[in-house]
């Protein structure tokens, strides 16, 4: 009983001085403002309701927790500028209608912070009010990545960059049919000026299927009006695999192209005629006039990369109709390609039948 009549007196005591501030009818109105780096931010500060005479308006901001006066309005209307913000401040309200405004300009992230507004009344004393004033810094959107060669160990395919930002930006990944076989690891860095980089990395085991797909990096902050969209391609280099013969023209070929499933493309395309002289050719190009069937026979196709090479093999006779065999098979293994063509020949020949 006693200590709940002790309360009582205590809030008899706060509800009296809520009171005494309310009859005197001070109402000191600040807003707490957020400016783009370098842009001009207006403090608004306003003293209502009250019969007393203001002497001063002082305005302080928090530097590492110790308030300093930087901008002093006497009543006369004179002004006094004080310490780091220099003359940069300029008083825009009106001393007799107790409108304390200041305008700064060019704000940097030193001038984050939190600010006072103080009226120096008599005979009530100071009346103050806090206001918060946020400098916000655009991000710098960056994507990086290198080529990787397939495997199928987690790799960092990409990286999204969003530096010195202020506050901290949003960045993530638009995977689209990839969001299964891809994720995402993100991390920050908090810099001594205030600002955040993200980094957001984009991980998966490269496979060629990877390759040539693309993806894009989506940065988002309150200073930007559209969102920043930083496309990117996965380049994945892949050994040669795949080989495919195939005519210029299906019933009058005369020229045959070697075609490789592989990145980067080959460096090099060998040709050549089995149990016959270096046919004529050009890269990936085999010429083969239709009218000479003296050329008949087999060739092999060897495309290299630096990851390795692959040979595949065409079978042209041109006393008949002009065929195409291929099939796929490492160099070291042409014999068994070869005898595959064969096979393939002699299954065409027994289809006739
Ligand atoms: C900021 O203020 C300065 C001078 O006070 C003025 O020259 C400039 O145009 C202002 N900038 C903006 C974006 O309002
Ligand atoms: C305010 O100042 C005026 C003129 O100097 C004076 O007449 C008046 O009494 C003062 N009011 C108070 C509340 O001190
Ligand atoms: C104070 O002054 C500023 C600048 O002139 C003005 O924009 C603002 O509306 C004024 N505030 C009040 C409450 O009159
Ligand atoms: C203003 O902020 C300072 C520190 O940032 C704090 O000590 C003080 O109590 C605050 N005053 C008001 C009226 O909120
Ligand atoms: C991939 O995207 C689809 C459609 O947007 C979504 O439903 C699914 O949850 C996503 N998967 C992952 C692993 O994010
Ligand atoms: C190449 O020559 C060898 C020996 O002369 C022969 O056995 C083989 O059948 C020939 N191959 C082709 C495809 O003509």
């Known amino acids: ?87 940069k401040v300029k008083f825009i309200g009106n001393f007799k209608e107790n409108n304390g405004s200041i305008q700064l300009p060019g704000m940097s992230l030193l001038d ?12 009530s004393g100071q009346i ?87 993806i894009q990096c989506v940065v988002k902050h309150s200073t930007l009006t559209k969102q920043l969209e930083l496309d990117y391609v996965i380049n994945v280099h892949y050994p040669p695999e795949v080989v495919k013969i195939i005519p210029d023209d299906p019933t009058e070929a005369e020229e045959y192209h070697c075609l490789v499933d592989c990145n980067p493309t080959p460096t090099s395309y060998i040709w050549i005629r089995v149990n016959g002289s270096t046919p004529h050719s050009e890269g990936n190009k085999l010429f083969i006039p239709k009218s000479s069937s003296d050329l008949n026979g087999v060739y092999i196709c060897t495309a290299s990369t630096e990851y390795g090479s692959v040979s595949g093999v065409l079978y042209v006779d041109n006393t008949g109709s002009a065929d195409v065999c291929q099939d796929l098979f490492i160099s070291s293994c042409a014999i068994l390609g070869l005898l595959w063509c064969l096979f393939c020949t002699v299954s065409r020949v027994l289809t006739f039948y």
């Open 112 to 123: 984050d912070g939190i600010y006072t507004c103080i009226f120096n009344t008599f005979p």
């Open 128 to 214: 103050l009010t806090n206001i918060s004033v946020t400098v916000h810094v655009p991000p710098a959107g960056k994507v990086t990545g290198s080529t990787h060669v397939s495997d199928h160990y987690d790799v960092t395919l990409a990286s999204c960059v969003a530096s010195n930002a202020r506050p901290a930006a949003e960045v993530l990944w638009r995977l689209g049919a990839l969001n299964d076989s891809l994720r995402t690891e993100t991390s920050s860095t908090q810099h001594s000026d205030g600002t955040v980089t993200v980094v957001t990395n984009i991980l998966g085991a490269p496979s060629k299927h990877l390759n040539q797909k693309k």
């Open 1 to 87: 009983m006693h200590g709940n009549a002790f309360d009582l007196s205590l809030y008899g005591l706060f509800l009296i001085h809520l009171k005494c501030s309310s009859i005197a009818g001070f109402k000191i109105i600040g807003h707490d403002s957020t400016v783009m780096k370098g842009g001009n931010t207006t403090l608004f500060c306003h003293l209502t309701e009250t019969e007393e005479n203001i002497t001063h308006i002082i305005w302080q901001k928090q530097t590492k927790g110790n308030p300093h006066s930087f901008f002093i309005i006497h009543n006369d209307g004179k002004t006094e500028h004080r310490k780091d913000l220099q003359d």
